[in-house]
């Protein structure tokens, strides 16, 4: 038997962990972006690729990590020492400057089974495409920098360098991008070997028998957040001024379904994917969703895979908040996620007009300032921030 004390220490000690990370990743990176402005995340998952524990990080990050791991490890599980490199909005992602490194905790070097994941996730200021800052008005998704699929970066400890070097030949500013990297992996130890710390002093049975316990609490207080609404279907609509090319406004529809302790967040009827980089990816849909449940749930609890089984988002394949490929989507993960975020406010205030704020501006400014022949060797120079 699991006590409500032995969840709230380990909830206590995985959420530390995934804090640590991102403390050793801000110290060390390179890039303004990363280090003064934070644009950075950390989780920890367990041995199966369920979201344990995140930092207080970048929403929209945190809540597209766990697609991130799934689509990881139904492609390229890291074994020891490895880690895994992706940034592909289409397998779980968010846009390309996002750089998500995936790491397997294992007990021991000879052991094949790891106990848990950890996952960082970094905007880097430059991932190549034709623009500095990768964050153009881009009408195709190679347009807006490398797209990397699942890749080992490091196998067994050692650093693939043919596959960093591959990325930086097609970046600017590649000392800054290797440094923001190099952060990130430093990131990962940390979070290793603080895990492995926890694991030691009880045994990693011990300690894993509590895992199963924990999601079952993050599930409990979220259904008990969305049993406190009253049952119904509650709509919603907002727009986008336009595509970035002069169209008609770009509606978001939402459709909220209330029934008993769960709920279907449907975006269904909302606009096609569009030329431009406003669209959003499922997995981005999915982190504005779960952001706002956050909220409702309110008060210190876990955030975690168990948080998020009461939550149903459909989507329609090919939609401005289900794009698939070639379709840019930089823009979404900064701009549309924000509007998405205030459609579905805006649905709960029907249902608790108590418990939801005004809308906020749904929008956010991003700075990109570059050029060419600047960096080393030529590679040009890119400055990004929000």
Do not use: W
């Amino acid at each position: 038997m699991v006590s409500p004390v032995d969840i709230e220490v380990v909830n206590r000690q995985l959420a530390s962990v995934a804090e640590e990370m991102g403390i050793v990743l801000q110290r060390s990176a390179f890039s303004a972006n990363i280090k003064e402005r934070r644009d950075f995340s950390c989780a920890v998952f367990d041995g199966a690729g369920r979201l344990l524990a995140q930092a207080a990080h970048i929403p929209v990050h945190l809540g597209a990590m766990p697609l991130t791991v799934e689509r990881v490890l139904a492609r390229r599980r890291p074994g020891p020492g490895d880690v895994v490199l992706t940034n592909d909005p289409f397998l779980g992602g968010t846009h390309l400057p996002d750089l998500t490194l995936v790491a397997g905790v294992f007990a021991g070097a000879a052991d094949r089974e790891p106990l848990f994941y950890l996952v960082t996730r970094a905007h880097h200021a430059d991932v190549g495409g034709r623009t500095p800052g990768s964050m153009g008005l881009a009408r195709r998704i190679e347009d807006e920098g490398v797209r990397i699929p699942p890749v080992a970066l490091v196998r067994g400890g050692r650093l693939d360098r043919e596959v960093l070097d591959g990325f930086l030949a097609r970046v600017r500013n590649p000392a800054e991008r290797e440094g923001d990297l190099r952060a990130q992996l430093a990131a990962l130890e940390r979070g290793r070997r603080r895990l492995l710390d926890l694991v030691g002093r009880e045994g990693p049975e011990s300690f894993c028998r509590k895992l199963p316990p924990l999601l079952d609490y993050g599930e409990r207080v979220m259904r008990a957040a969305v049993s406190a609404l009253p049952d119904g279907e509650y709509r919603f609509e907002d727009a986008l001024d336009d595509d970035g090319l002069g169209s008609r406004p770009v509606p978001i529809r939402v459709r909220l379904l209330v029934r008993g302790d769960e709920a279907v967040v449907d975006f269904g009827a909302s606009a096609g994917q569009v030329e431009t980089g406003l669209n959003t990816v499922r997995s981005v849909t999915c982190s504005a969703v779960a952001y706002v449940f956050f909220c409702l749930a309110g008060g210190d609890y876990p955030l975690n895979h168990g948080s998020l089984r009461p939550i149903e988002v459909r989507t329609r394949p090919g939609s401005l908040l289900d794009a698939r490929p070639p379709a840019p989507v930089a823009a979404g993960n900064v701009e549309t996620s924000q509007r998405i975020v205030d459609c579905l406010l805006g649905a709960l205030a029907q249902a608790a007009p108590d418990r939801v704020p005004a809308a906020a501006c749904g929008s956010m400014n991003n700075v990109a300032v570059g050029g060419s022949g600047g960096g080393a060797g030529g590679s040009g120079y890119a400055y990004y921030e929000t």
